[in-house]
């Protein structure tokens, strides 16, 4: 059965894993925090305690959404209060486990997904955030060199990771010196010396990441597993390769499902009207032929989170 819901000033669909924000007085305009909320804040860690949950509504929007599915955790913005509420959650995800177990291990893919981190360079974030503690990781990547313009590092680096203080140790890019089947062989073996030495976590047997950021592309890609690709069937290794991509460079390493569905939480940050019809078949068309790729993430033990744009919303919206 299908569900209509409004997005207005005092948002339904929050998320219990991001943090399960209320409205509250303080209003969003450019910026996440009023300047004497901000400076109220100095350089003291983030507080657990939801006083600057952000006002993450676009207006108000009706949405018909399927409950049957699962797809609780759905959240349409506009694209500035997508990136400012991304922000706010994930900085909530690094003091929760940085706390916990002393490190937050975050894997990233490519595409427009960067861009949408950029509230987190900025303050409070900036200075409030242990970065120190955080471990970065590419959920996919292109088999190029690291300053080819389409390497996810590059990509990664010049948006966020050059403009924030994560010890370059932590970040763990693969060797683009490789080809694309030792390339993928070595970055499995570096996660499992790291589930080893419990700088991931893990769970039955498999790395479980702190947060999965994805993307997902018009054909419903996410990371680099394709529609119709034989790697959407792959469960036995962690990390594989392709020299056929779909989309270029045909050269990639990807996380497998396994992986990517044993992480804690996964946000999909899903944008534009380009992708509106695939957003329309993952969670509302009963009718379709074929599962989309980004349909078979679904974490066993942790959440999923849909952060939408109203260009990719769009379909869902009623008449």
């Known amino acids: 059965m299908a569900f209509s819901t409004t997005l207005s000033n ?85 003091n929760k486990y940085t706390k916990e177990r002393g490190a937050f ?87 499992r010396r790291l589930v080893t030495s419990n700088v991931i976590a893990s769970t039955n047997g498999l790395p479980k ?13 996410v990371a680099s597993l394709f529609p119709g690709h034989s790697l959407l069937n792959e469960d036995k290794k962690w990390v594989t390769f392709l020299n056929d991509s779909p989309k270029p460079p045909p050269e990639r390493i990807t996380f497998t499902f396994p992986v990517i569905n044993a992480s804690s939480n996964v946000a999909m940050v899903v944008t534009g009207a380009g992708k509106s019809t695939a957003v329309y078949t993952a969670l509302e068309d009963d009718k379709k032929s074929v599962v989309l790729p980004v349909e078979k993430v679904s974490p066993i033990e942790g959440e999923l989170k849909w952060y939408l744009d109203k260009g990719a919303a769009s379909k869902l919206f009623k008449e």
Request: aromatic share 10%; glycine share 6%; hydrophobic share 40%.
């Open 105 to 191: 291990t975050v894997a990233l893919s490519g595409g427009s997904l960067i861009k949408y981190l950029r509230k987190l360079v900025e303050s409070p974030y900036a200075e409030t955030i242990d970065w120190a503690k955080w471990h970065v990781f590419w959920a996919d990547e292109r088999v190029v060199p690291k300053d080819h313009l389409e390497s996810n590092y590059k990509l990664a680096s010049d948006g966020f990771l050059s403009k924030v203080p994560i010890p370059n140790l932590n970040v763990y890019s693969i060797d683009d010196s490789l080809p694309p089947d030792g390339a993928a062989d070595v970055y499995e073996t570096t996660l």
């Open 10 to 94: 005092s948002c339904t669909l929050q998320s219990s894993l991001f943090c399960a924000q209320k409205s509250n007085p303080l209003s969003l305009k450019t910026s996440i925090l009023p300047n004497q909320v901000g400076n109220k804040l100095g350089f003291q860690p983030l507080r657990y305690d939801k006083v600057f949950s952000p006002n993450r509504c676009v207006g108000k929007i009706k949405a018909s959404l399927k409950w049957e599915k699962g797809y609780k955790n759905v959240e349409v913005f506009s694209k500035e209060h997508l990136a400012v509420s991304l922000a706010y959650d994930v900085a909530q995800l690094s």
């Open 209 to 221: 990441f702190d947060l999965m950021l994805l993307g997902m592309g018009p054909d419903g890609h």
